[in-house]
C-alpha cells in the first residue's frame, strides 16, 4: 500500500529564514510525485510534478527535489504570504489515485 | 482557461438526509476525482471518473456515489447523512486518468456541514 509522510507537521519561520520540507512516501513504482500549496478554506494549488530521482523544479522561492525514498520542498528567503499548508502527493504505476501526505502547516512570520 | 469550478460553495445539512455537488472540470479534461479533507483525515480519495466510467473508488461507504456526464461534468451524492460527513469535499480534473501521471487541479472545494 502506497504510504506518504511529510515532516515537520508544523513550521514557524521568520520572515527571510529559508528551510526545507520533507516528504517521505513508499510506493511500488513511483509514477509521480505531486507538491501542492493550499490555504485555508480552499482547494490545493498545483506547485510542482516531479517523476524521476534527480529531477529538480523551481518557482520563485521555492525549488522542490526528488530522491528514490523522498522529496523536499526548500524555501528561500520566505515571505509572510508564503504562509500555507504544504501538502505532497504520489502516484504509482498500477492505476491508483494520489495518495496524500498529511501536509507540513508553514507559518512565516514579518 | 478557467479552473475547476464547484458548486454550491457551502451546505448546510442536517443527520439522514441526502445531498448533490457537483463539478465542472477544466476545459479538455476527461478525468475527475473527488476527495474528502477534514482536520483529523487530511485528504481521502472518494472515487474517479473517466469517460462516464468509475476508475477507482476509496474505502467509503455505499452511501457515498459519484457519477460522470459525457460532457465530463461529475456529480458526487451522499444519502442519508451522518455528522462524520461534514467535511471539505474537493474535486479535482486531469487530462488522463490516474496512473497517468498527469497532474491533478483542484477546485475550491464545497463545505458541507451536517447538524
Known amino acids: 500500500e502506497d504510504q506518504v509522510t511529510q515532516s515537520p507537521e508544523a513550521l514557524r519561520l521568520q520572515e527571510g529564514e529559508s528551510s526545507s520540507l520533507n516528504c517521505s512516501y513508499t510506493v511500488s513504482g513511483l509514477r509521480g510525485l505531486f507538491w501542492y500549496r493550499q490555504d485555508p478554506g480552499k482547494g490545493p494549488e498545483f506547485l510542482f510534478t516531479l517523476y524521476s530521482a534527480g529531477e529538480e523544479k523551481e518557482k520563485e522561492r521555492l525549488k522542490a527535489t526528488l530522491t528514490k525514498k523522498e522529496s523536499f520542498l526548500h524555501i528561500t528567503a520566505p515571505k509572510p504570504e508564503d504562509s500555507a499548508t504544504y501538502l505532497c502527493a504520489v502516484q504509482d504505476n498500477y492505476g491508483q489515485n494520489f495518495v496524500f501526505g498529511p501536509g507540513t502547516r508553514l507559518s512565516v512570520l514579518p | 482557461k478557467a479552473g475547476v469550478t464547484q458548486t454550491p460553495r457551502y451546505l448546510i445539512k442536517t443527520r439522514g438526509q441526502q445531498v448533490t455537488l457537483s463539478c465542472s472540470p477544466i476545459s479538455g479534461h476527461r478525468s475527475v476525482s473527488w476527495y474528502q479533507q477534514t482536520p483529523g483525515q487530511g485528504l481521502q480519495f472518494l472515487f474517479e471518473y473517466f469517460s462516464e466510467t468509475q476508475r477507482n473508488k476509496g474505502n467509503f461507504p455505499g452511501r457515498f456515489s459519484g457519477r460522470q456526464f459525457s460532457n465530463s461534468r461529475s456529480e458526487m451524492n451522499v444519502s442519508t447523512l451522518e455528522l462524520g460527513d461534514s467535511a471539505l469535499y474537493l474535486c479535482?480534473?486531469?487530462?488522463?486518468?490516474?496512473?497517468?501521471?498527469?497532474?491533478?487541479?483542484f477546485g475550491p472545494g464545497t463545505r458541507l456541514t451536517v447538524l
Open positions: 479535482a480534473s486531469s487530462q488522463g486518468t490516474s496512473g497517468s501521471g498527469d497532474t491533478q487541479y
